[in-house]
């Protein structure tokens, strides 16, 4: 057995749920630079499974938000990003990509048009957040002014229970479509809503001030059907709805094209260009690109991990698997990866390198678990 | 017939040259929910510390190494179709394979419930 020892971090962060985490019996561990949740007593397992059943309370604060305004500020931030920013409405809230100039993926990211005129939110991965802000706020000197919120938690509340027990609070948050985001009140305290998340659940996240991150937190977790989930959890929930982790299915080595993200691309983005790769990603739209990322079922019970070589049936390298576990609700393992592209049709036979042993797998649609986001309030 | 540990957090119980070995309580605790479980065939000849088997929790991969030198004799074959096993009782129905041991005493050698406890002490300080 190995077993990590116990990881004394000096000069670690944390965020304002920290003393809560420890109080509620959490394993913290390093995250992104931030002592984080994993597991609470409950376990992984049965995390992942009550979040499926009712709802789950994560910590987010370790994620990025910023403000970012200016006269034309959609304009400005459509030159590095692929999404049309141009057709939200306020309130409206779109998942986007950070590109660099060959068209690679620098983050993902929510973008939010706020009601106030010329603002759009930001919220990026807490790995990525000092780059990609400085990235930003470099690129866009002189257009447009980015503020960021470090003064701001953000908590997710994920699964079906989610909407009921937050509509007890703020009874606005039923009325809410998927992918839209609201200002309110929770028991006086100014949030931040947006009916979005991480898990293929529908569900909320919710921006508010650090000071009182932990009186909130602990009237969601004292309704019934909420528990406080951990990171653990949170990856296997992501990987069954088949949403990318920045840093392991999504990096600067790989297009929109490549990660089957096209979808982000809006279609006047598609013929205009006019964002950071736009030549590469426009001719990976026209042709194909020449690797994608497919979601991969094995076929036994064995699961494989990130970097699994990936053959195809002759036994020649095809391919990676970026992230593989376990699985709770699709009860087996379940994996994500790049495969050349004549190998990314589903039910393509695949083996996959598992310490030394080639396992049969095949190539399987995304999400491994369907998504039952609200379409409509 | 006495019962040693790893460092690793494998357990031994030896009974003449047939050691059985599974993983602690402790190491089932730190793992979480155990999701697949691969047990070495029989004949397999392991070396001391070497890898013998694999546990996998939701999160991640783990080795079981060998706690001494010597051959499988078999493996647990109810692990792999119910994992769970090693977290409900993992010094009991939950052992994970059943081996000859080289040398007796490497067993003897190793650390008794004493200093074990004394260990998992240390690790938690």
């Known amino acids: 057995m190995t077993i990590d020892p116990h990881v004394k971090n000096i000069g670690i962060k944390s965020t304002p749920l920290h003393a809560l985490h420890v109080a509620l019996g959490a394993k913290m561990v390093p995250f992104a630079g931030y002592d984080m949740p994993v597991n609470y007593p409950l376990g992984v397992l049965k995390e992942h499974l009550y979040t499926r059943a009712q709802a789950g309370l994560f910590d987010v604060s ?18 590095l990003v692929p999404g049309d920013l141009a057709a939200l409405t306020p309130g409206q809230i779109r998942y986007n990509l950070l590109l660099n100039d060959d068209g690679g993926i620098i983050d993902d990211l929510m973008v939010t048009k706020a009601d106030a005129p010329d603002t759009l939110y930001l919220v990026v991965n807490a790995a990525c957040k000092d780059g990609d802000f400085a990235y930003i706020a470099g690129k866009l000197a002189g257009k447009a002014t980015l503020t960021r919120h470090e003064d701001a938690s953000l908590l997710a509340l994920q699964g079906p229970a ?33 009916r979005s998340g991480y898990t293929g659940e529908d569900g909320y996240e919710i921006s508010l001030p650090n000071v009182s991150a932990e009186k909130v937190a602990k009237a969601l977790l004292a309704a019934p059907g909420v528990q406080p ?37 809006g279609k006047r983005r598609r013929e205009q260009g006019g964002f950071p790769g736009a030549a590469r990603i426009q001719k990976e739209l026209k042709e194909g690109a020449s690797k994608k990322r497919v979601g991969i079922k094995p076929l036994g019970k064995a699961p494989a991990r990130a970097h699994t070589e990936i053959q195809d049936a002759s036994g020649k390298r095809v391919g990676e698997i970026t992230s593989g576990g376990f699985g709770p609700s699709a009860n087996g393992p379940v994996a994500m990866g790049y495969v050349d592209a004549s190998l990314a049709k589903v039910g393509t036979p695949l083996n996959l390198i598992v310490r030394g042993t080639a396992l049969p797998a095949e190539v399987a649609p995304l999400p491994f678990v369907p998504h039952r986001y609200v379409k409509k309030a | 017939m006495s019962i040693r540990y790893t460092k690793d957090h494998e357990w031994v119980l030896l009974d003449g040259k047939i050691a059985t070995v599974g993983i602690t309580q402790y190491a089932q605790g730190q793992l979480g929910d155990i999701v697949f479980v691969e047990v070495p ?22 080795e079981v190494y060998a706690p001494v030198a010597g051959t499988v004799k078999e493996g647990n074959a109810a692990l792999p179709d119910a994992p769970e096993t090693v977290n409900q009782d993992p010094q009991g129905k939950g052992w994970f394979f059943r081996m000859e041991v080289a040398n007796p005493a490497d067993v003897e050698a190793l650390m008794d419930q004493t200093a074990y406890d004394k260990y998992l002490q240390e690790l938690a300080g």
């Open chain 1, 162 to 194: 989610a909407v009921d027990v937050l509509a007890t609070f703020i009874p606005a948050a039923a009325t809410m479509d998927f992918m839209t985001s609201r200002l309110d009140t929770f028991e006086g305290v100014p949030v931040r809503l947006f």
């Open chain 2, 41 to 62: 065939a029989a004949g397999k000849a392991l070396t001391a510390g070497g890898e013998a088997a694999v546990v996998e929790s939701v999160k991640a991969a783990s």
């Open chain 1, 229 to 265: 989930i951990g990171l653990g959890a949170r990856d296997s929930l992501r990987l069954e709805a088949g949403l990318c982790l920045y840093g392991s299915d999504i990096d600067t080595a790989t297009s929109p094209v490549e990660a089957g993200l096209s979808w982000v691309i």
């Open chain 1, 62 to 79: 370790h994620m990025g938000q910023a403000t970012l305004t200016g006269n034309d500020v959609v304009a400005a931030l459509e030159a």
